[in-house]
């Protein structure tokens, strides 16, 4: 192989590039968890990114969890540094990124040292074994080398000179030892997809596309990922490679998307169906700061985008499009919707439709500001001054984001008030195959405003619907001018008023109008028995998890059923009827048991909570652990 001189020869070498087949036998196998661990400039999410597009090319079910430091410049070498990223394809349909891992590419001491505790016995380990060097072991804090005495020998231990090969891959391109150092995810790439069968080239492609204004850099990657390949092919510590079937998903065309990026379709969709511009209003912040990143992309389609100075400023431009007749949103995480309190209760009192999205990540305070938590609900539930209740929606999954973003809106704009979307870190860097619908398969959403008025008529801003939704008048249109501000509103004009028993009434059909909600969302579903033993009630991103542990469960014989929540204010109509059906009711919650604390005062019922704060998900043997205790 010789050097490249330019991007034509890259082109060249990758159509010219038949799939490698390997000579070893092959074990099929129903699916495979795999993570993928490293220093935080490792290229592990890139690494985790190309072998899950290349499973869903394959025809897999895809789910994936990203897992990022905490800190943006973690020192290098240091548990806290660890970036990793973790990827589960099957044959048949999934619902999480896997529980144990079946294999774990660790590339320091600190990324073995931070995971290995999740690999399965016998779970296959591969190493750079380049990278535990003694200072490699400090940094790790750990005072001996593990790959060194007997504490891995229940995993299959793989130890790989990956920096070594690497540099001989690319030597005779006259590369800095520093350049070619970084080819090194490529090359575990490689041997990744050897074990698992997968092609090289879609990732070759990617290769060109991303670096092949420097062919160099990209012949060297190109290199380094046939040297992982091959010495998948070559070496004797591996006897076989994998092989995942085709999952059987629903016919059609699917695209691996993230929860983020879904929420952002999703918020455009609804644009369009309701023929209004969109408008964001944010300030950048962990983990929601990807949808405003990826909606400024998307000005072509009527989306306007703000990056306000600070979280107030961002809810109440917000605010202002909401009033000026545009689809209004605003987004943050925990932090942030503290600051937007007030600026949210003004939503209220305006009675504007508007979305606030909470993509909720660990607290309190700045916490862990890249790992997942469920610990926002009671803050958007009644965080804020008086009594300004808002309907409030969560997303099951990252595809699920999709629909979620059009429903919120549909209820926002029905009945005039804003409505909270929650979604979490686990969900908004997730990713899973989403079957892309067509046109016909989305529901329109009806947006009417008020017509002008002719001269002498008068305009009662505060008239109500049967919903209780005030109409949405839009301003300079003739005879609508109307008051607007945070003084409580008198009924009907909307004048300031003061007046107590007012008060009382207005403070009353605000509540009454958000628990109308129920007449538009619909029943509750339960999966499994109407009627038994225990019932599992979740809500949000425990979604995957817990439906595959009671799935479980019930083949294992237990009287179980599972019972999720969308809808989180107002809560569903029957569901009162359903929680009664069961003996037990069980609520896994990633918090100290909120959604636990409004079932027991709403419904007077003794649930139980199982409750993790860990910055991680819940695994799904854990629950189904759980699970089994509670019905013994």
Known sequence: MYPVQDASQIKAMISASEELQTNKPTTEIAGATVRLAGDSGDGMQLLGSQLTNTSALSGNDVATFPDFPAEIRAPRGTRAGVSGFQV?????????????????????????????????ERGILIVNEDSFASKDLKLAKSDRNPLDDASLSKYRLIKVPMTKLTRAAVEDLGMSTK?????????AMGLVFWLYGRNLDPTMRFIDAKFGRKPEVAEANIRALKAGWNYGETTEALATSFHVNPAQLTPGTYKNIMGNQALVYGLIAASKLSGKDLFLGSYPITPASDILHELSQYKRFGVRTFQAEDEIAAVCSAIGAAFG??????????PGIALKAEGIGLGVMLELPMLIIDVQRGGPSTGLPTKTEQSDLLQVLFGRNGESPIPVIAAQSPADCFDVAQEAWRISTKLMTPVFILSDGYIANGSEPWRIPSEEDLKPITVTHPPAIAEGETFLPYQRDELLARPWALPGTPGLMHRIGGLEKEDLTGNVSYDPENHQHMTDVRSQKVA?????????????????????????????????????????????????????????????????????????????????????????????????????????SELVHEIESVIA
């Open 88 to 120: 589960q394809f099957a044959s048949e349909e999934i619902f999480t990124p896997g529980d144990g891992l079946d294999a774990l590419i660790a590339m320091n001491p600190a990324a073995l040292l931070t995971n290995v505790q999740d690999l399965k």
């Open 325 to 334: 007749g545009s689809m209004a949103i605003t987004t943050s995480s925990g």
């Open 516 to 620: 109308n909600a129920a007449e538009l969302i619909g029943d509750q579903t339960v999966q499994g028995p109407e009627t038994g033993e225990l019932l599992v009630l979740s809500w949000g991103g425990t979604y995957g998890a817990c439906a595959t542990a009671v799935q479980q469960c019930q083949n294992n014989g237990h009287s179980v059923a599972h019972a999720h929540l969308r809808w989180l204010n107002p809560f569903p109509k029957n569901l009162e009827s359903i929680l009664k059906s069961y003996r037990r009711v069980l609520i896994p919650e990633l918090n100290m048991g909120q959604l636990k604390t409004l079932i027991r005062s709403q419904f007077l019922i003794e649930a139980i909570g199982f409750n993790k704060v860990q910055g991680k998900p819940f695994g799904v």
């Open 179 to 187: 350049l070619a150092d970084r080819c090194r995810n490529f090359f």
